[in-house]
């Protein structure tokens, strides 16, 4: 079965620094990856999800994410955070046709 | 925008108690799944379905069922709820059968077993 690895249950950044989201899959078939957002009292939202075409995906709120084949990585990225980029993010692998797996999530935490 | 909806947004039950979870979506999705979220472990997936009157087991499906008698409707229910089930409850939905469907999710129902 695939799985995700998210490395880091925490990440703070200072409001304008980079962010980076790591996030590792393990599958024995060409993976379909998302990232999801779950900001504070909401059910998850859809970032970015790559399905084989680009490897560079870009998703909403200017992060984007890169396949990368070698490393089995599927790290997300923003150049440069707001404060209301603050909530749990999940990387999830799809399992079977319809399911998906999902990694335990990190906290990206933002300071002014 | 697909809606779905989950009924409760809060609830708390005593031990022994028989738990309805209720989930609608509006976009005539083949395809609805009940997770599980807690602090630490992520997503877990408990119960799916592909289509009305059918369910497949997800990863932790001991002390759950599920209906699913309308499209729209999944149902999740705790026949006896214990302590170990106090937890956030994520139902999702996405079309059809090709992969990349993007799971589309309810807002949670976060429950509290007594």
């Known amino acids: 079965a695939q799985s995700v690895t998210q490395l880091g249950s925490h990440v703070s950044v200072s409001e304008g620094a980079l962010v980076l989201l790591r996030c590792n899959y393990s599958?024995?078939?060409?993976?379909?990856l998302f990232w999801y957002v779950q900001y504070p009292n909401q059910g998850l939202q859809l970032l970015l999800k790559?399905?084989?075409?680009?490897?560079l995906v870009k998703g909403i709120n200017g992060f984007e994410a890169e396949f990368k084949k070698s490393e089995t990585s599927f790290h997300l990225t923003k150049p440069s955070a707001h404060m209301s980029d603050a909530a749990e993010y999940f990387c999830?692998?799809?399992?079977?046709?319809?399911?998906?797996?999902f990694g335990k999530g990190t906290m990206l935490l933002v300071s002014p | 925008d697909v809606k779905v909806t989950q009924s409760s947004r809060y609830l708390v039950k005593r031990t022994g108690e028989k738990v309805f979870l209720e989930c609608v979506q509006d976009?005539?999705?083949?395809?609805m799944f009940w997770y599980r979220q807690d602090p630490g472990l992520g997503l877990r997936l408990i119960y799916f379905?592909?289509?009305?009157?059918?369910?497949e087991k997800g990863d932790i499906p001991e002390g759950y069922s599920v209906s699913r008698e309308k499209k729209e409707r999944f149902s999740l229910i705790l026949e006896s709820a214990s302590t170990n089930q106090t937890s956030m409850y994520l139902c999702a939905s996405s079309p059809g059968r090709s992969g990349a469907n993007v799971l589309t999710f309810g807002a949670g129902s976060r429950l509290t077993v007594l």
């Open positions: 379905s592909y289509d009305v009157k059918m369910k």
């Open positions: 976009m005539d999705h083949e395809n």
């Open positions: 999830a692998v799809l399992n079977g046709y319809s399911t998906l797996t």
């Open positions: 790559y399905t084989s075409a680009a490897t």
């Open positions: 599958s024995s078939v060409p993976p379909y």
